[in-house]
């Protein structure tokens, strides 16, 4: 017969991929789920969560994201009217980004990890939850995350028993400013909330923040301007220049600045509105412009001029970097949620493909891509990165959950002792934030290229299957909240300060009472043994030398240990193969050989954990 010529319309089409519920296919979100969360609380929350993940394969979801990403955040007119006047509020968000927010705000994305039934599991759930929605999100988790941060600022502010900087009249208005504040950052109902800003970067650096030159003034309360729950402005006027702004969009804002030629800094809160009879006003707030970014675009990052900003002193005067580090411990891990998060979608899309990619020239059942063996093995290489990273994002979610709820019933590898947890989230939040963001940016790109050509797309006509926008986003992850080589020094800085000696007792202890035995648990104890020699005083510039060396043998020593309870929590097979072959394979741990001389054994092993979650989907029906 002779060949038939394809047309635009006829010859071969490869059928669309199905994605399915990311959260009954997910092995690594189930495994996380079984090591931190309850029986009782899977069983009570799992459906939610099933609804939640359908709710997020709507077509309605995916217009919303496609109409963030191609309706631009712009500044109307330049910030200016018709007629020349100043346009006090000149930001245009989509309607996308807006429902969007909405919606997160609805689903308590935020509000969950406060909620008070849940105690100490409240930031598991609340992590479960944010991981499926970050991908479909359009990146308005990134507002989430520092509205989450100024809560736990707020919150620890609230609780300090001496505030000096204010004066005795001034501290009941300024604890009322605070808890109407915390209504509308915990609120679940979109016309109500506020989401935050954290404005910490200037011209002068992002990381070094000692170059800040935001300067704020006690200039006391005064004036009939009121912020958005009816009460006067703060006492401290704040002017300035801030050259990344996030979530310019936001009711409030965390930031630093000035008080003296100390050269120390203090932090802020304020509103970033105010009303004068009903007239709503920027608090000080002028946009310059719009930041055009490689991603993220439908996040509206702003340069900021500040002019008489009045707000709320935060903190002790001099203490700022220490009060805002309270932001940056949860947005450094909403990062690490959203890094796994955004991965798990990319790997669920992938695996969607490769059930249903036909090769033309291959006879069924050979024809399909999930049946070659370079492919499924390049799969499960990312796969297991992916889990590894899931579960360590688990555990400190679990970890911060324990260190809000001291005392509180938790889950089996969470410490009793709230200062080992506490010393455990200092030391592993910037661990886990760079080792996460640089494993999802890898792995996203795994992902995108395991689509071809199409993978490579911006496919706006089917968005949820848009890897090269999820590429783009997934790459700020490893420069927002501190690059990678900041947050390595800041890990070398954690093992060579001050607490340094409980830290590493700390992380000891945990690694002994978490590892099961066996010779990977010797591995991984032999390569903490290594760590600990870098953590020794005389080692201090050679550790900051090696730091990213040190951050990301940490990571995998965390990570390894926590695969192999996993495996020991409920005897499962693949678990434990999954556990071995991390180790074995990672070069943390080189005094272990990959036992896997058999390929075809091993290949057999590659598609069992690239595919793990389909027995799941089987099981409900979905497949
Ligand atoms: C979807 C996910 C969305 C995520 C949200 C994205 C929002 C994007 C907005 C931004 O990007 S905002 C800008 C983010 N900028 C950074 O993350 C700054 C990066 N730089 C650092 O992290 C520096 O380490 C830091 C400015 C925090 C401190 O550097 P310094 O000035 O050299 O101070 P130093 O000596 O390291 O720390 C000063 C004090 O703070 C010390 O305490 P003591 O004075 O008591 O010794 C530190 O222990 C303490 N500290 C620092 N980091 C801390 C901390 N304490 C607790 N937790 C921390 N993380």
């Not at 608090?283 to 993220?296: A, M, P, S, V």
């Not at 935060?314 to 909403?334: K, M, S």
């Not at 510039?541 to 309870?565: G, N, P, S």
Request: charged share 20%; hydrophobic share 40%.
């Amino acid at each position: 017969m002779a060949p038939v010529a394809a047309t635009s319309t006829t010859g071969f089409f490869q059928v669309q991929p199905d994605i399915p519920n990311q959260f009954i296919e997910d092995a690594a979100l189930n495994r996380a789920a079984h090591l931190f969360l309850s029986q009782e609380l899977r069983e009570q929350r799992s459906p939610d969560l099933i609804r939640f993940a359908d709710f997020l394969r709507t077509p309605e979801v995916w217009s919303w994201v496609a109409n963030a990403e191609h309706d631009l955040p712009y500044v109307s007119g330049n910030g200016f009217r018709a007629f020349g006047t100043p346009n006090p509020d000149p930001l245009v968000t989509s309607n996308g980004w807006k429902q969007l927010q909405a919606a997160g705000i609805r689903e308590g994305i935020v509000a969950n990890g406060y909620e008070h039934e849940l105690q100490a599991y409240a930031r598991v759930h609340q992590m479960l939850k944010l991981y499926l929605w970050n991908p479909a999100s359009a990146t308005v988790t990134c507002p989430s995350a520092m509205q989450d941060g100024a809560i736990s600022v707020l919150l620890r502010e609230l609780l300090r028993k001496d505030v000096p900087g204010y004066t005795a009249d001034q501290l009941p208005l300024r604890k009322k400013v605070f808890e109407s504040a915390l209504m509308r950052l915990m609120s679940r109902d979109p016309s109500y909330a506020w989401t935050s800003g954290q404005w910490m970067t200037e011209r002068a650096g992002g990381s070094d923040v000692a170059g800040t030159q935001t300067v704020a003034t006690h200039v006391g309360l005064g004036g009939n301007e009121v912020d958005g729950n009816g009460h006067p402005l703060g006492p401290w006027s704040i002017d300035g220049f801030k050259w990344f702004s996030s979530a310019t969009d936001s009711g409030c804002v965390v930031l630093l600045a000035k008080t003296d030629d100390s050269g120390r800094l203090s932090c802020f809160w304020a509103p970033t509105r105010y009303y004068v009879n009903g007239v709503e006003h920027m608090n000080g707030i002028r946009i310059q412009r719009l930041k055009n970014k490689l991603g993220t675009k439908s996040l509206p990052t702003a340069e900021v001029e500040l002019k008489n900003m009045r707000g709320w002193l935060i903190g002790e005067e001099g203490r700022g970097v220490v009060q805002i580090a309270t932001v940056l411990n949860i947005t450094r891990l909403y990062n690490a949620v959203s890094a796994m998060g955004s991965l798990g979608r990319a790997l669920g899309v992938a695996r969607a493909f490769a059930r249903i990619r036909e090769f033309p020239s291959r006879k069924p059942p050979n024809n399909v891509l999930r049946t070659l063996p370079l492919f499924v093995k390049t799969l499960a290489g990312v796969t297991l990165t992916h889990r590894a990273d899931t579960l360590f994002t688990a555990f400190v979610s679990a970890l911060v959950g324990a260190g809000d709820h001291p005392g509180a019933p938790s889950a089996p590898l969470v410490p009793n002792n709230p200062a080992q947890v506490a010393a455990l989230i200092r030391i592993l939040t910037p661990v886990l934030k760079s080792s996460t963001a640089k494993h999802s940016i890898a792995g996203v790109q795994e992902c995108m290229e395991s689509l071809g050509g199409v993978g490579y797309m911006e496919n706006v006509e089917n968005p949820e299957m848009n890897l090269a926008c999820q590429f783009r986003n997934a790459n700020v992850l490893a420069i927002w909240e501190g690059t990678t080589d900041v947050l390595s020094t800041d890990t070398v800085k954690v093992l060579h300060g001050r607490g340094g000696k409980a830290t590493v007792a700390a992380l000891d202890a945990w690694l002994r009472s978490s590892l099961p035995g066996g010779p990977e648990s010797e591995e991984v104890l032999t390569a903490w043994s290594r760590i600990t020699q870098l953590a020794q005083p005389q080692r201090k510039a050679e550790a900051i030398a090696r730091a990213r060396q040190i951050t990301f043998a940490l990571a995998d020593i965390v990570a390894a240990t926590l695969l192999l309870a996993d495996a020991a929590s409920d005897g499962n097979a693949l678990a434990l193969a999954i556990a071995q072959r991390f180790v074995r394979r990672s070069a943390t741990f080189p005094g272990l050989q990959a036992d896997e001389d058999d390929w075809e054994k091993e290949c057999k092993l590659d598609a069992a954990i690239a595919f793990e979650g389909e027995a799941n989907l089987k099981a409900k029906g979905k497949l």
